[in-house]
C-alpha cells in the first residue's frame, strides 16, 4: 500500500491548519528563527509516505532498533501468533517483498532469534543479542551464527556494544559465570573475556566509551564504589584510574573529547563536577563547574556533547533540584562559563546536525514546556527554534539528520505524537504525515524504543497511520 504525501510543507500546512507559510499557528507562538538555517528549503520540498510492509495482521509489529548494515536495514518485530509478545530479528531492503526473517541454521546451536536487542554494525555485518545469546549475521542462514555461550535472559546479557581496536567490546556473562568485560572478531572462537572478576577486581563493568587511544568503562571497585578503568584491550593492559571515595552512584556522561575522556562524578569530597583523564593518574583533573556548596549532589554537570570546539552540557549553580542551564567548557577552568540561562532536557538524546548545530529539548522562561532550541556553541546563536505545543510540553525528541534536514517527533497541540521537520527556522519546522491521514499519537514519540533510521535516499521508521497498526514505514523527499 502506498499513500503518497506529494504536497509540499506550505500547502499541507494550510490545508491541515488553515493557516500559509511563516504563520506561528502550526509550531505555537514564537521562536526566532535559529541561525544560519536553510532559508525557505523546507517550504519547498515534497515528501512521500508509503507503508512499507504488514508484518503482523493480528496487531502491531512494534518495529524496533532499526539498524543499517551495508544496503539492508535490520530490525526486531513482532510476528502473528508469537509466544508473549516476543519479536523476531528481520531485515528488508525497503521492499515489502524484500523484508524476510532473519533465518538460522537448521541444526545450529542459535536455533532462533528471539527478543533480539544491541544491534550493532560490525565488519560488515550485525551483532546482536537475544533469548538464545550472543550472535552475528549477514542476513543469510549460513552466515548467522552464534559468539559464545552468553546468557540470553536477566542482567547476564551482553550489552554496550563498542568498537574498539579491530573488535567489538562488550560487558556479559557467560552462563554461570560473572559479569565481565569481553570483546569478539566476529567468530566464535575469537570470542573471549578481555579482564576478569576477582576479589580485588571490579564488578558489573558499564558505560564502555572510546576516548583517544585508549577504551574506558566504569566498574565498581573492590571497596564497593564506583570508578572509572581504562583497557587497551588486555588483562595486564586494565587498570582503576580514578580511586573516589565510596558513592553508591557511578560515574556517568562518558563522552570523548578531543582525546580526551570527560565524565560527570564526584570524589566524595567535591560534590559532583566534571572530570577530564587521559587514562592516568597524572592526566586526571577536575574541572569545578560551580563552588560545590549545592548539597550532595553540587552543580551535578551532565550529558556532554561536542559542539564544534567545545563541550556543550547541562549544570546548576543552584543544587540538584534548582533549574540546570546550559554551560561550554574547552576543558580548561578558565574557559569553562555558563552559555545560556536556557536548562536542557534530555541532553544524552540531542542531535548535532550536519552543520554543526546542536538540537535540543529545553525549557525556558520565555514559553511553556520543553521546546525545540538550537545552538552553535555561541550565546548568540543559542535560540528558541520553534514552539511545536504553545500550552504544554512538545517533548522534541528523536532527532535524525537526512537531506540537510533535521527530522524529530514531537507532541503535536491536536495531533499528539508526530513527525517534523526543520531547516533550523520557525517558518521552516512543520508536522508531516500521509495527505489523508487524521491519526492521532502516529508514532511513539516519548519513548525511549522509538528507532529510526536513513537508509539511500529514505527514512524508516515505526508508525500508525489511520487503518495500519503500528508497523514499518517510509518517508522520503
Not at 236 to 255: A, I, K
Amino acid at each position: 500500500m502506498r499513500i503518497p504525501l506529494r504536497l509540499s510543507i506550505c500547502v499541507m500546512a494550510t490545508i491541515l491548519l488553515g493557516v500559509g507559510c511563516g504563520s506561528d499557528a502550526e509550531n505555537g507562538n514564537g521562536g526566532n528563527g535559529g541561525n544560519g538555517g536553510n532559508g525557505g528549503a523546507v517550504a519547498t520540498e515534497d515528501f512521500e509516505f508509503a507503508l512499507v510492509v504488514n508484518i503482523n495482521d493480528d496487531g502491531s509489529s512494534d518495529p524496533e532498533e532499526l539498524t543499517v548494515v551495508n544496503d539492508r536495514l535490520f530490525f526486531g518485530a513482532k510476528l502473528a501468533g508469537a509466544s508473549m509478545g516476543a519479536s523476531s530479528l528481520h531485515s528488508t531492503d525497503g521492499t515489502s517483498d524484500g523484508t524476510v526473517v532473519v533465518p538460522t541454521l537448521a541444526g545450529s546451536v542459535l536455533q532462533t532469534i528471539e527478543n533480539p536487542e544491541g544491534l550493532t554494525p560490525y565488519d560488515g555485518r550485525l551483532v546482536f543479542s537475544s533469548r538464545d545469546g550472543l550472535g552475528i549475521t549477514d542476513g543469510t542462514e549460513t552466515g548467522t551464527i552464534r559468539l559464545g555461550s552468553f546468557s540470553g535472559t536477566g542482567g547476564q546479557r551482553p550489552r554496550y556494544f563498542t568498537e574498539f581496536d579491530g573488535r567489538l567490546f562488550f560487558a556479559g556473562g557467560t552462563t554461570g559465570e560473572p559479569y565481565d568485560v569481553w570483546a569478539t572478531d566476529g567468530t566464535d572462537e575469537g570470542t573471549q573475556g578481555v579482564v576478569t572478576v576477582d576479589s580485588d577486581g571490579f564488578a558489573r563493568p558499564e558505560q564502555l566509551t572510546v576516548a583517544g587511544d585508549n577504551l574506558y568503562f566504569v566498574a565498581q571497585s573492590a571497596d564497593g564504589g564506583w570508578d572509572v578503568w581504562v583497557t587497551d584491550g588486555t588483562e595486564g593492559g586494565t587498570r582503576q584510574v580514578t580511586d573516589f571515595e565510596f558513592t553508591s552512584t557511578p560515574p556517568h556522561s562518558l563522552t570523548e573529547f578531543n582525546g580526551e575522556l570527560v565524565f560527570g562524578a564526584s570524589d566524595g569530597g567535591s560534590n559532583w563536577q566534571m572530570w577530564f583523564t587521559d587514562g592516568t593518574e597524572q592526566g586526571t583533573r577536575m574541572i569545578t563547574v560551580a563552588e560545590p556548596d549545592q548539597g550532595e549532589w553540587g552543580a551535578y554537570p551532565q550529558q556532554f556533547v561536542q559542539v564544534g570546539d567545545h563541550l556543550l552540557f547541562s549544570a546548576t549553580t543552584t543544587g540538584l533540584s534548582g533549574d540546570a542551564a546550559l554551560w561550554k567548557s574547552d576543558g580548561t577552568q578558565q574557559g569553562t562559563e555558563e552559555l545560556h540561562d536556557v536548562t536542557p532536557q534530555q541532553m544524552e538524546r540531542a542531535h548535532v546536525h550536519t552543520d554543526g548545530r546542536l538540537f535540543f529539548p529545553a525549557n525556558h522562561p520565555s514559553h511553556e514546556g520543553q521546546q525545540l532550541w538550537v545552538s552553535d556553541g555561541t550565546a548568540g546563536g543559542t535560540q528558541l527554534v520553534a514552539v511545536i505545543h504553545p500550552t504544554e510540553n512538545s517533548f522534541p525528541n528523536n532527532f535524525l539528520s537526512h537531506d540537510g534536514l533535521v527530522f524529530f517527533t514531537a507532541e503535536h497541540p491536536e495531533h499528539g505524537g508526530q513527525v517534523f521537520v526543520t531547516n533550523g527556522t520557525e517558518a521552516g519546522t512543520t508536522m508531516i504525515r500521509p495527505a489523508d491521514s487524521d491519526a492521532e499519537n502516529a508514532v511513539a514519540h516519548r519513548s525511549s524504543d522509538f528507532f529510526w533510521a536513513a537508509l539511500g535516499d529514505a527514512i524508516y521508521l515505526p508508525a500508525e497511520y489511520d487503518d495500519s497498526n503500528r508497523e514499518l514505514w517510509q518517508l522520503k523527499r
